[in-house]
T-cell receptor, first 115, second 110 residues
Framework: DGGITQSPKYLFRKEGQNVTLSCEQNLNHDAMYWYRQDPGQGLRLIYYSQIVNDFQKGDIAEGYSVSREKKESFPLTVTSAQKNPTAFYLC??????????????FGDGTRLSIL | QKEVEQNSGPLSVPEGAIASLNCTYSDRGSQSFFWYRQYSGKSPELIMSIYSNGDKEDGRFTAQLNKASQYVSLLIRDSQPSDSATYLCAASTRARQLTFGSGTQLTVLP
């Protein structure tokens, strides 16, 4: 079945540690996105990529890094510079096929907490 | 001013009633609009897309778009307890991204 797979589902970070969240899609979608959601809040865009080997900062990129070496994969690293990383992290993707602005579809998310 | 605004609620309706969720947006260049449903602890799920002025119906859901008023709404007919969730409104931007509202929490009372 086609879809977006995020792993792990739960992740704990120690002080000063970098952690990497995985996002893989087999939908052949062109663009991929990372969002952060805090309790009772909407989604805030961290980074996005519309093509392999290219990505752009979103609204809250500080303390995060990404790579897009393959069309299917868009991992997010939460660095030690991100002082408040506890949140629900969502990966999304969309296709550019068609004339209309296609919707984004989401993975199941990764819940990150500080130890 | 937030780019996409929604009433945060919570909104409570009795089972079988019509739930009405509203959203306004500030970017007149937005062309595409989406409603997502998010159950507690889960990821958002797309339920409606709308691109043209007017109404779009899909089962018990109707999305309404008025670009002149920069207003999008979602009506849920014959509301069920299983419709209890947070509903996120999203609007496309000129850079082909989506801007999300903070969501409206809906509770359908049995």
């Amino acid at each position: 079945d086609g879809g977006i797979t995020q792993s792990p589902k739960y992740l704990f970070r120690k002080e000063g540690q970098n952690v990497t969240l995985s996002c893989e899609q087999n939908l052949n979608h062109d663009a991929m996105y990372w969002y952060r959601q805090d309790p009772g809040q909407g989604l805030r865009l961290i980074y996005y990529s519309q093509i392999v080997n290219d990505f752009q900062k979103g609204d809250i990129a500080e303390g995060y890094s990404v790579s897009r070496e393959k069309k299917e994969s868009f991992p997010l690293t939460v660095t030690s510079a991100q002082k408040n990383p506890t949140a629900f992290y969502l990966c999304a993707s969309r296709t550019f096929v068609g004339t209309s602005n296609q919707p984004q579809h989401f993975g199941d998310g990764t819940r990150l907490s500080i130890l | 001013q937030k780019e996409v605004e929604q009433n945060s609620g919570p909104l409570s309706v009795p089972e079988g009633a019509i739930a009405s969720l509203n959203c306004t947006y500030s970017d007149r260049g937005s062309q595409s609009f989406f409603w997502y449903r998010q159950y507690s602890g889960k990821s958002p799920e797309l339920i409606m897309s709308i691109y043209s002025n007017g109404d779009k119906e899909d089962g018990r859901f109707t999305a309404q778009l008025n670009k002149a008023s920069q207003y999008v709404s979602l009506l849920i007919r014959d509301s069920q307890p299983s419709d209890s969730a947070t509903y996120l409104c999203a609007a496309s931007t000129r850079a082909r991204q989506l801007t999300f509202g903070s969501g409206t929490q809906l509770t359908v009372l049995p």
